[in-house]
C-alpha cells in the first residue's frame, strides 16, 4: 500500500543553521509534491510546489528537492530563525486523476535561539 | 483577500449528539474539501467538492457523517451521531480549481474546528 514517511522526532537545530526535512514514499508514482507548514491552533499553509521533472525549486530561505529514483523529497530551509519554528508536512497527490492530496504526518521544527 | 473562514472554532459534545461545521471558501474558489486532522496526524481526506458535486468522497464515514454544499459556496459537514475517535480538528481548503494531476492546486485552509466527544 501507498506511504508517506517524515521524520517521526522533533528536529532540534540552532538558529542560523540549515534545517533539512525529509519526505520519503513508497509504492507511488506521484506526478508533483507539496509542502506546507503548519502552526499550532492553526491550518497547514502551502509552501512550495515540485513537479516529478523538477530536481530542486527554491523560494527564499527555501529549498526543495525531489528525487523520484530514491522516492525522496528533502526541504530545506537555510538560515533558521525561531520563527521558522512549526510543523511541516509534506503531501502528494493521489487517485485516478491525482485529485486527493495524501499529507505526511509531518515533522516538528524547533529553532533556538 | 478574505482566506477560508470556519465556525465555531471549538465544540465540545457528548458521544452519541449531533455536531456540525460550517465553511466559508475564499471567493471563486470552486473546489471545497474537508479533511480530519487526529493529533499527531497529517490532514485525511474526508470529501471533496468541485462546484457543488461530490468529487470524492471515499474516505467519508457515511453511515454518521454528512456534507453538503448547496450554491457551490458555503458547506457544511455534520456528525450524527458522534463517536470518541471522531475527536478530532476538522480543516476546511479550497481552491481556485483542479485540473487533474497536469495542473496541480495548492490549497487554502481555515483555521480548523477542534472537536471533542467525551
Known amino acids: 500500500s501507498q506511504k508517506i514517511e517524515q521524520n517521526s522526532e522533533a528536529l532540534n537545530i540552532q538558529e542560523g543553521k540549515t534545517a533539512t526535512l525529509t519526505c520519503n514514499y513508497t509504492?507511488?508514482?506521484?506526478?508533483?509534491l507539496q509542502w506546507y507548514r503548519q502552526d499550532p491552533g492553526r491550518g497547514p499553509v502551502f509552501l512550495l510546489l515540485?513537479?516529478?521533472?523538477?530536481k530542486e525549486k527554491r523560494k527564499e530561505r527555501l529549498k526543495v528537492t525531489f528525487d523520484t529514483t530514491l522516492k525522496q523529497s528533502l526541504f530545506h530551509i537555510t538560515a533558521s530563525q525561531p520563527a521558522d519554528s512549526a510543523t511541516y508536512l509534506c503531501?502528494?497527490?493521489?487517485?485516478?486523476?491525482?485529485?486527493?492530496?495524501?499529507f505526511g504526518a509531518g515533522t516538528i521544527l524547533r529553532v533556538k535561539s | 483577500e478574505a482566506g477560508v473562514a470556519q465556525s465555531p472554532r471549538y465544540k465540545i459534545i457528548e458521544k452519541r449528539q449531533s455536531v456540525a461545521f460550517w465553511c466559508n471558501p475564499i471567493?471563486?474558489?470552486?473546489?471545497l474539501y474537508w479533511y480530519q486532522q487526529i493529533l499527531g496526524q497529517g490532514p485525511k481526506l474526508l470529501i471533496q467538492?468541485?462546484?457543488?458535486?461530490?468529487?470524492?468522497d471515499s474516505q467519508l464515514p457515511k453511515d454518521r457523517f454528512s456534507a453538503e454544499r448547496l450554491k457551490g459556496v458555503d458547506s457544511t459537514l455534520k456528525i450524527q451521531p458522534a463517536k470518541l475517535e471522531d475527536s478530532a480538528v476538522y480543516l476546511c481548503?479550497?481552491?481556485?480549481?483542479?485540473?487533474?494531476?497536469?495542473?496541480?492546486?495548492?490549497?487554502?485552509f481555515g483555521p480548523g474546528t477542534r472537536l471533542t466527544v467525551t
Open positions: 481548503a479550497s481552491s481556485p480549481a483542479w485540473f487533474g494531476r497536469v495542473t496541480p492546486n495548492e490549497q487554502y
Open positions: 509504492n507511488y508514482s506521484p506526478a508533483y
Open positions: 515540485i513537479r516529478e521533472n523538477e
Open positions: 503531501a502528494l497527490p493521489l487517485g485516478v486523476y491525482g485529485n486527493k492530496l495524501v
Open positions: 471567493s471563486g474558489h470552486a473546489t
Open positions: 467538492f468541485q462546484n457543488n458535486g461530490v468529487v470524492d
